[in-house]
């Protein structure tokens, strides 16, 4: 037995989990001196979401950020989440994109990578264990933990043997949704020691279910290394166990941590600040423990994205239907772990299910997932599930070996085309690009604008991003408050229709009827749209950013034909006309933002 190591998540998990990753760096870099001075094993900060949310919603460059940290922590392990062949997206790239994005990040200041796939495929993970292990950084691969008849202990302590003996430096059991029992974390560990293994294990376990700070205890008494944790403000609920708590608790101990309390304490106080900087972004759901995770299995960063996602389609009240539906999804695709990419895939799946009927609905990502472009799904999947999502020729669809083998290489084209439009600035572009072509060159391109900047938190109560959060805490407040102004990114101006007013002392409802035109949907220059209803007119079933259009005007359509892609909550996904005609009117255009109900097309 040793002492333990603190890993601290709160620069990239625990604001994943909690607000959606929008923390901006220049609230990071005030506390970060101090952070240096801590003695943490590592700090992870970037990988997961914080590469694709600066850039979507922050306007600001994570490799930029990356710098500045490192910077500022010299003297601290700083550790990224690599999500294996899927980089830090959500599809799996060739080798080349990887191979340059280890190499660059290594380059720009991460010490630790943390490499886990989604499916628990190795293959997928051989690549960017080679990778790392030629930088010379450190290699922590990972083993996805989930409940389902085929993950036993005897299935974990496999994988992670074979992990050490491709040249992992370090281990990590990564329970991205807090449901690993206190059994559990011991048997686990203690089997794979007892089986000869020799990494240092490190623990990654959500706070959701309640019992992870148990865990995290059996886990010493197995034997493990390392434990993640959140600094207090931005810990629990579907974060992680506080570190100060952690620490205090192995105190006096044989595996005491040596951290400093009062310096924690410094630390602390000044993320007490900053978590009520962004208190809009806080939802009472993600703050509180919740032991049906071991029945849905929905991990803490999926869980605050499901809750915006379905605020976004305007469906919040579905919540509890999409948390049933999630279980039978992910039991029909083979039982994958919920985590980033296939924690979108089931997630939003049960979503298309819930709001459209089950499979009337299939991202893009679905049909790549059954057709095997993420890896071997852990248990089998259906043949009428197959067919169902790929149709009746799916058999000659399906991939078995390596997905990334079928890829060609990209690197090289991604710079040449970023070479022509004149926007390669630093070589770190092309990745950004090669990897989230749309909204990677719309950052490029400085057309990205933040949803806020940290001078404007916290937000007032009466500014629209608030009213979700004052809906999770006051479901009974009534949206009363106004848009000032046309709302950023386009999409409908919103005008209550419902007021209170006084008179007189005296408190009247008053419900109007608006008149009046309203602004296009991804519209320019404010040109008034069309009325909302036209006969023959097809709106829009969700909320999302138009990729492409399939038709244009004067085209003959059939019913059940893709008119329109249209990305929403980040998944690529087809919209169908439901009725034959001819295409009279278009009424939005690539790159437009659609809400629920935006009229489409006009089909006569």
């Not at 796939?117 to 083993?143: F, W, Y």
């Not at 390669?424 to 490029?444: H, M, N, R, S, V």
Request: aromatic share 8%; proline share 6%.
């Amino acid at each position: 037995m040793a002492k333990i190591g603190i890993t601290e998540l709160v620069l990239r998990d625990a604001h994943q989990s909690l607000f959606a990753t929008r923390m901006r760096t220049e609230d990071m870099l005030p506390i970060l001196k101090k952070m240096d001075q801590v003695g943490y094993w590592a700090v992870e900060m970037w990988g997961g979401a914080t590469f694709d949310v600066p850039i979507r919603y922050l306007n600001q460059d994570p490799w930029d950020r990356l710098r500045e940290i490192k910077k500022a922590m010299p003297n601290t392990n700083l550790m990224m989440l690599l999500r294996a062949q899927n980089v830090v997206a959500y599809r799996n790239f060739p080798d080349d994109i990887v191979e340059n994005f280890v190499r660059l990040a290594q380059k720009n200041g991460i010490d630790v990578f943390r490499i886990f796939d989604a499916l628990n495929d190795l293959r997928n993970m051989e690549v960017p264990i080679k990778s790392v292990k030629g930088t010379g950084a450190h290699c922590q691969a990972s083993v996805s933990y989930t409940i389902s008849p085929i993950h036993t202990e005897e299935y974990f302590v496999k994988k992670m043997l074979k992990l050490e003996e491709w040249g992992a430096d370090s281990i990590c059991i990564k329970d991205m949704a807090g449901m690993i029992s206190p059994k559990r974390a011991y048997d686990i560990i203690g089997g794979y020691i007892e089986a000869g293994g020799k990494c240092p294990i490190d623990l990654h376990a959500h706070s959701i279910s309640g019992m992870t700070g148990m865990a995290y205890q059996r886990a010493a008494e197995a034997g493990v290394s390392v434990v993640d944790c959140d600094i207090s403000p931005f810990a629990e609920g579907t974060g992680h166990p506080a570190t100060e708590s952690t620490v205090y608790a192995f105190k006096g101990t044989e595996w005491d941590t040596g951290l400093d309390m009062e310096l924690l304490m410094e630390i602390r106080e000044y993320f007490r600040t900053v978590f009520n900087k962004y208190r809009h972004l806080i939802r009472i759901e993600a703050l509180r423990p919740d032991p049906s995770i071991v029945l849905h299995q929905i991990p803490g960063g999926m869980m605050s994205n499901l809750v915006s996602q379905l605020e976004m389609q305007g469906a919040k009240d579905k919540l509890d239907a999409v948390l049933k539906e999630v279980p039978v999804v992910r039991e029909e695709l083979g039982f994958p772990p919920l985590v980033t990419p296939t924690s979108q895939v089931v997630g939003v799946q049960a979503v298309m299910n819930v709001l459209f009927g089950r499979y009337k609905n299939i991202p893009r990502e679905t049909k790549d997932y059954v057709m095997g472009m993420y890896g071997q799904s852990p248990g089998p999947i259906r043949d009428e599930i197959k067919e169902i999502v790929l149709g009746p020729e799916w058999k000659s669809m399906i991939i078995t070996g390596r997905p990334a083998d079928s890829l060609e290489p990209e690197f090289e084209k991604r710079k040449k085309e970023l070479e022509e439009m004149g926007l390669l600035k630093q070589e770190e572009d092309i990745l950004t690009y090669a990897i989230y072509p749309q909204i990677g060159l719309k950052f490029l391109k400085g057309e990205a604008s933040p949803e806020f900047t940290s001078e404007k938190l916290p937000l007032p109560l009466d500014h629209p991003q608030t009213r979700a959060m004052v809906k999770s805490f006051f479901p009974e407040v009534k949206d009363i408050y106004l848009y000032e102004e046309e709302p950023k990114g386009g999409g409908p101006v919103s005008i209550p229709t419902e007021f209170d007013v006084e008179v007189d002392g005296e408190m009247f409802e008053v419900k109007v009827s608006p008149k009046g035109g309203f602004m296009v949907a991804g519209g320019e220059g404010g040109a008034p749209a069309p009325p909302k209803d036209v006969e023959g007119g097809f709106k829009s079933p969700m909320q999302g950013n138009v990729l492409s259009i399939k038709v244009k005007e004067g085209d003959a359509v059939t019913e059940g034909q893709v008119i329109m892609t249209v990305e929403a909550m980040k998944m690529e996904t087809e919209v169908k006309i439901d009725r034959a005609g001819t295409v009279k009117q278009i009424f939005v255009q690539s790159g437009a933002t659609v809400a629920t109900g935006d009229l489409l097309i006009q089909v006569l």
